[in-house]
């Protein structure tokens, strides 16, 4: 029964990690999103200016 220990601390901290695994998930997923979502409005909100192109009369 001495080797019982570890087993019985890791079934109570796996919850624990658990929940710090699915944080650490939600960051970066999160994270990502922002980053694209960025990347869209910059792209969206560009605007181009043609004054170089004269027109001839």
Do not use: W
């Not at 624990?16 to 699915?22: M, N, S, W």
């Not at 869209?40 to 605007?47: A, L």
């Amino acid at each position: 029964m001495e080797d019982a220990f570890g087993v019985i601390a890791l079934v109570a901290a796996a919850p624990a990690i658990t929940i710090q695994i699915l944080g650490l998930t939600y960051k970066i997923q999160h994270a990502r999103a922002q980053r694209a979502k960025k990347n869209i409005q910059t792209v969206d909100t560009e605007i181009f200016e043609f004054s170089c192109i004269k027109e001839e009369n």
